[in-house]
């Protein structure tokens, strides 16, 4: 990873609401250009970084560095961010013209060039023909895409979104996380995405942030993180891992790279539990000692040329540089 | 019967008709009475049921009709300011300073205190305070402000605009809150974010928010004063007038066709001012 003086850089961030602690001394450097996504289950404090980021929550500790300056202090506007809210925080007494507008209205700017703006970012949203409703007459894809051109309009160096996906139905989150990163390619400004979705952090993300009870889990290019987890926080929450105890330690392997074989051929022995199809593949549950269960995905197709059933005895094998060690 | 109990629209009908009885019996009748007897023809010592004009021609050839209307429109225009100012801010502190639901209920329970009486008890408690010998003349004697106590403070328009005041900031506090508490708190820092400072938010998000809100206290508030007579009587010691007190004095004269007849105008004229104030704002999505 190069690092670029104009990076977003995270040093020793904590919040602290009274006695608890929401994030703690989290140091972490956003890619200058590059769509990050902090993800991690609700309470984790992805939503506090980004808004200590935004400026909407203060910094108890720790300082936010964008492009060398230290903007931990400075009010939302002045810090060169732009935040698109969770339900989007329309303003559902202005048009879409004016909520898209309306940042450079406070900034004092004449209606003509402010509208012309405005325009231009509709136009890059693709709903110029919408710019004289309410927030109201429009559908949530819509909704979003405005409040989108309404934190562009300020010509951030970082957008910041928190859950922007989750008020849409899983058809339409598709197609808008498709949008989102087509967008964040075209205007090569970096983005910092909040999810609890690992699969919208996998399909977004140049690079992934887990965080788990206040701290980084761990950090890396989306392929990274999912295909080597460090913890087994991280290996669950990702999924489509096994955690397996070893009499060398405890390690995650992929449920894909485990292949099924004759009893007493493989790595080790088991018994199956379960056999579920899930169209492309078949995922089989076996038990293994130490009352461990394991899941390996087989290609439909193979396993339908050798079926097992219930109770049956296999053996399980695997390439050993398959298996991660996990640190905690 | 089952059948006819077993009909959506019935049952429907049904279920309103308690409201809708006490609806026409206390109201729509009693309406309907003052506009009958508003024609009515009153001598000094009878009322002879009649359909004749002669109250209404009495009241707009009379110039004292104008002059009371235009006071009671100035009882209500100076007390909708007060209140509105008043109002707007206890709710503004309540709904966006006040952090805590616990002490957002607990201020809130405060400002209702006063209701814990009647309107004639407060009316009445500021007589003491504001009279020639009272406690603020003497507190203004005493840190030598005025030198002789001052006459404007009790039985004046001032008092009755006071007593006003107190009386009905109340009524502008809760609808104000009740949309304030709506308001996505998102949206404040959506604006923020935006660059906008507290002045802006205010004037950009929160007053248009707000809107429905004011206009539904200010229906409050008119119509009250407009209706007003009591507090018009004791605060300006019956040295001023308004529309109410034109109707209380025709009533104890038992001059009821005329009575009848200023209490439909009235009637008219606050109907009127509420039709004007709906033209501006779109209640509906509050209620």
Same mark, same amino acid.
């Given at each position: 990873?190069?690092?670029?003086?104009?990076? +977003?850089?995270? /040093?020793?961030?904590?919040?602290?609401?009274?006695?608890?602690?929401?994030?703690?001394?989290?140091?972490?450097?956003?890619?200058?250009?590059?769509?990050?996504?902090?993800?991690?289950?609700?309470?984790?404090?992805?939503?506090?970084?980004?808004?200590? %980021?935004?400026?909407?929550?203060? /910094?108890?500790?720790?300082?936010?560095?964008?492009?060398?300056?230290?903007?931990?202090?400075?009010?939302?506007?002045?810090?060169?961010?732009?935040?698109?809210?969770?339900?989007?925080?329309?303003?559902?007494?202005?048009?879409?013209?004016?909520?898209?507008?309306?940042?450079?209205?406070?900034?004092?700017?004449?209606?003509?060039?402010?509208?012309?703006?405005?325009?231009?970012?509709?136009?890059?949203?693709?709903?110029?023909?919408?710019?004289?409703?309410?927030?109201?007459?429009?559908?949530?894809?819509?909704?979003?895409?405005?409040?989108?051109?309404?934190?562009? %309009?300020?010509?951030?160096?970082?957008?910041?979104?928190?859950?922007?996906?989750?008020?849409?139905?899983?058809?339409?989150?598709?197609?808008?996380?498709?949008?989102?990163?087509?967008?964040?390619?075209?205007?090569?400004?970096?983005?910092?995405? /909040?999810?609890?979705?690992?699969?919208?952090?996998?399909?977004?993300?140049?690079? %992934?942030?887990?965080?788990?009870?206040?701290?980084?889990?761990?950090?890396?290019?989306?392929?990274?993180?999912?295909?080597?987890?460090?913890?087994?926080?991280?290996?669950?929450?990702?999924?489509?891992?096994? /955690?397996?105890?070893?009499?060398?330690?405890?390690?995650?392997?992929?449920?894909?790279?485990?292949? +099924?074989?004759?009893?007493?051929?493989?790595?080790?022995?088991?018994?199956?539990?379960?056999?579920?199809?899930?169209?492309?593949?078949?995922?089989?549950?076996?038990?293994?000692?130490?009352?461990?269960?394991?899941?390996?995905?087989?290609?439909?197709?193979?396993?339908?040329?050798?079926?097992?059933?219930?109770?049956?005895? %296999?053996?399980?094998?695997?390439?050993?540089?398959?298996?991660?060690?996990?640190?905690? | 019967?089952?059948?006819?109990?077993?009909?959506?629209?019935?049952?429907?009908?049904?279920?309103?008709?308690?409201?809708?009885?006490?609806?026409?019996?206390?109201?729509?009748?009693?309406?309907?009475?003052?506009?009958?007897?508003?024609?009515?023809?009153?001598?000094?010592?009878?009322?002879?049921?009649?359909?004749?004009?002669?109250?209404?021609?009495?009241?707009?050839?009379?110039?004292?009709?104008?002059?009371?209307?235009?006071?009671?429109?100035?009882?209500?225009?100076?007390?909708?300011?007060?209140?509105?100012?008043?109002?707007?801010?206890?709710?503004?502190?309540?709904?966006?300073?006040?952090?805590? $639901?616990?002490? $957002?209920?607990?201020?809130?329970?405060?400002?209702?205190?006063?209701?814990?009486?009647?309107?004639?008890?407060?009316?009445?408690?500021?007589?003491?305070?504001?009279?020639?010998?009272?406690?603020?003349?003497?507190?203004?004697?005493?840190?030598?402000?005025?030198?002789?106590?001052?006459?404007?403070?009790?039985?004046?328009?001032?008092?009755?605009?006071?007593?006003?005041?107190?009386?009905?900031?109340?009524?502008?506090?809760?609808?104000?809150?009740?949309?304030?508490?709506?308001?996505?708190?998102?949206?404040?820092?959506?604006?923020?974010?935006?660059?906008?400072?507290?002045?802006?938010?205010?004037?950009?998000?929160?007053?248009?928010?707000?809107?429905?809100?004011?206009?539904?206290?200010?229906?409050?508030?008119?119509?009250?004063?407009?209706?007003?007579?009591?507090?018009?009587?004791?605060?300006?010691?019956?040295?001023?007038?308004?529309?109410? #007190?034109?109707?209380?004095?025709?009533?104890?004269?038992? $001059?009821?066709?005329?009575?009848?007849?200023?209490?439909?105008?009235?009637?008219?004229?606050?109907?009127?001012?509420?039709?004007?104030?709906?033209?501006?704002?779109?209640? #509906?999505?509050?209620?």
């Amino acid at each position: 990873m190069t690092s670029s003086p104009d990076d +977003l850089e995270l /040093v020793s961030v904590t919040k602290r609401y009274g006695d608890t602690i929401a994030v703690d001394a989290v140091d972490h450097r956003f890619r200058v250009g590059a769509y990050t996504c902090l993800l991690g289950p609700s309470g984790c404090g992805k939503s506090s970084t980004l808004r200590m %980021i935004a400026g909407h929550e203060t /910094v108890t500790d720790g300082a936010v560095i964008l492009a060398g300056r230290d903007i931990s202090q400075l009010p939302p506007a002045k810090r060169g961010t732009a935040m698109m809210f969770q339900n989007y925080a329309l303003f559902p007494h202005l048009s879409v013209r004016d909520n898209v507008a309306f940042s450079l209205k406070m900034k004092g700017v004449e209606a003509k060039e402010r509208f012309a703006k405005a325009a231009e970012m509709l136009e890059l949203v693709d709903l110029t023909a919408l710019s004289d409703r309410l927030p109201d007459q429009l559908s949530g894809g819509q909704q979003q895409r405005v409040a989108l051109a309404r934190a562009l %309009i300020t010509r951030p160096q970082v957008l910041l979104l928190d859950e922007p996906l989750s008020a849409l139905d899983p058809f339409l989150r598709i197609r808008m996380r498709a949008e989102l990163r087509k967008l964040q390619q075209e205007l090569g400004i970096s983005f910092v995405h /909040v999810t609890h979705g690992q699969d919208e952090a996998l399909a977004l993300a140049d690079e %992934i942030v887990v965080m788990n009870n206040a701290v980084i889990e761990q950090a890396g290019p989306a392929r990274e993180v999912f295909n080597a987890p460090k913890t087994e926080f991280v290996a669950r929450f990702m999924g489509g891992h096994n /955690v397996v105890a070893l009499p060398e330690g405890r390690f995650a392997i992929r449920a894909d790279a485990i292949a +099924l074989t004759k009893p007493e051929t493989g790595v080790m022995d088991a018994a199956i539990t379960g056999v579920e199809f899930q169209g492309m593949h078949v995922a089989i549950t076996s038990r293994i000692t130490g009352d461990q269960e394991v899941t390996s995905l087989i290609a439909d197709h193979l396993f339908y040329e050798n079926p097992r059933n219930l109770g049956e005895r %296999i053996g399980l094998t695997w390439d050993a540089e398959k298996l991660h060690k996990l640190t905690a | 019967m089952l059948n006819f109990l077993k009909n959506r629209s019935a049952s429907g009908w049904l279920m309103v008709s308690p409201l809708a009885l006490v609806l026409v019996f206390f109201l729509v009748l009693p309406i309907i009475m003052i506009v009958v007897v508003s024609f009515w023809r009153a001598t000094e010592f009878s009322i002879i049921p009649a359909f004749e004009f002669d109250n209404y021609e009495f009241l707009f050839s009379s110039p004292v009709t104008y002059s009371v209307f235009l006071n009671t429109f100035k009882y209500a225009l100076i007390t909708w300011v007060f209140t509105l100012g008043i109002g707007f801010t206890v709710a503004y502190f309540l709904a966006f300073h006040v952090r805590t $639901q616990t002490w $957002q209920i607990a201020l809130f329970l405060l400002c209702t205190i006063p209701f814990w009486t009647s309107n004639i008890i407060r009316m009445i408690s500021w007589i003491p305070f504001l009279g020639r010998n009272g406690i603020a003349n003497s507190a203004l004697i005493s840190w030598g402000v005025v030198d002789e106590p001052l006459e404007w403070l009790l039985f004046s328009d001032f008092a009755v605009i006071l007593a006003l005041v107190h009386l009905y900031t109340l009524f502008m506090v809760v609808p104000i809150f009740n949309t304030m508490m709506r308001i996505d708190k998102s949206l404040i820092e959506a604006a923020r974010d935006a660059g906008a400072n507290g002045a802006q938010i205010l004037w950009n998000v929160i007053i248009p928010l707000t809107k429905p809100g004011i206009m539904i206290g200010t229906i409050f508030v008119v119509t009250l004063v407009m209706g007003d007579f009591i507090t018009v009587r004791f605060m300006s010691g019956s040295q001023s007038a308004n529309v109410g #007190r034109l109707i209380s004095n025709d009533i104890a004269l038992l $001059q009821y066709p005329s009575a009848a007849a200023t209490a439909v105008v009235l009637l008219l004229t606050v109907l009127i001012v509420i039709g004007i104030l709906l033209r501006f704002v779109n209640i #509906r999505k509050e209620l």
